[in-house]
């Protein structure tokens, strides 16, 4: 396997040099530093946008996590239940350190737990993780919906006086595929 360049873009929308990262990306830290825990700012802690409603910035975490095709399938074999490393390990085409180095970031981004069953640890999905995506999501959909909301009404009031409606802005209607 080989090694993949990761670019990060700053608020500014300047993109910052490339880095190497291994085959296993590691944990992303609250301020979007390599190698922190991700779990260390839920609900928008150091490093989250402001006004960015709680879990928005912990979404976004998790939203890079399941970046990777191999943590995608870790949930989706954990969506059927919990499994050990080794139950995890024979159904991919990796190895059960790569399985455990996935499940420590799906674990930190908070979309995985685990929990001791005799001499085993089971991992399952985190039953609260998908919100925290949702409401990273929800950020953009709001906008969204409240500047068609605005648009309807401001569109019913100039009915109501006769006025010519105006015409939609780009921001209030959703984009069309234009060919």
Do not use: C
């Not at 300047?14 to 085959?23: H, Y």
């Not at 839920?42 to 996590?65: F, K, N, S, V």
């Not at 139950?87 to 930190?108: D, F, G, T, Y």
């Not at 979309?111 to 950020?139: C, K």
Request: charged share 25%; glycine share 12%.
């Amino acid at each position: 396997m080989g090694t993949y360049r990761v670019h990060r873009v700053d608020a500014s929308g300047s993109v910052a040099a490339p880095a190497r990262a291994p085959d296993v990306a590691p944990a992303v830290a609250a301020d979007g530093a390599p190698g922190g825990t991700p779990a260390a700012a839920p609900g928008g802690g150091a490093g989250a946008e402001p006004g960015a409603e709680p879990g928005a910035r912990r979404g976004e975490l998790q939203l890079d996590a399941l970046g990777d095709a191999r943590r995608r399938d870790i949930v989706a074999l954990l969506a059927d239940g919990a499994m050990s490393v080794g139950m995890l390990a024979e159904r991919l085409p990796i190895s059960r350190p790569a399985v455990s180095q996935h499940l420590k970031v799906l674990k930190n981004a908070g979309l995985v737990r685990d929990h001791a069953e005799g001499t085993r640890r089971l991992y399952g999905l985190d039953p609260s993780g998908p919100a925290d995506v949702r409401a990273y999501l929800d950020r953009f959909w709001n906008n969204h919906l409240a500047a068609f909301a605005e648009y309807v009404s401001e569109d019913a009031v100039r009915r109501r006086s006769g006025a010519p409606p105006r015409q939609p802005t780009r921001g209030d209607e959703p984009e069309r595929n234009r060919s």
